[in-house]
Nanobody, 118 residues
């Protein structure tokens, strides 16, 4: 069984910063990539950023230049540094793990709330 434990969400004023963390544990297999998605009320879940095990990162256009994804392969942990936060960044942020163990598998964290106030 695989568990993803997220932390770091909270309430911040516009222009502020937060750093999210997600630690994976259990019978993971080979990690292909880890990433962050978000879902605001009434919206579909959308990709925020993803980083491969090799270190290649991709970002949603809306967060480029403000957010930075990084990972610690030894700890099976992914981070999301969020700077210059805007009210439209308010959402539940979900950690995602893309792994391979006999077959390709995808796992999700429980989500952490990020609220950006004016």
């Amino acid at each position: 069984q695989v568990q993803l434990v997220e932390s770091g969400g909270g309430l911040v004023q516009a222009g502020g910063s937060l750093k999210l963390s997600c630690a994976a544990s259990g019978t993971i297999g080979s990690i292909r990539a880890m990433g962050w998605y978000r879902q605001a009320p009434g919206n579909q879940r959308e990709l925020v950023a993803v980083i491969t095990i090799g270190g290649s990162a991709n970002y949603a256009d809306s967060v480029k230049g403000r957010f930075t994804i990084s990972r610690d392969n030894a700890k099976n942990t992914v981070y999301l540094q969020m700077n210059s936060l805007k009210p439209e960044d308010t959402a539940v942020y979900y950690c995602n793990l893309d792994s391979f163990r006999l077959v390709r598998r995808t796992y999700w964290g429980q989500g952490t709330q990020v609220t950006v106030s004016l």
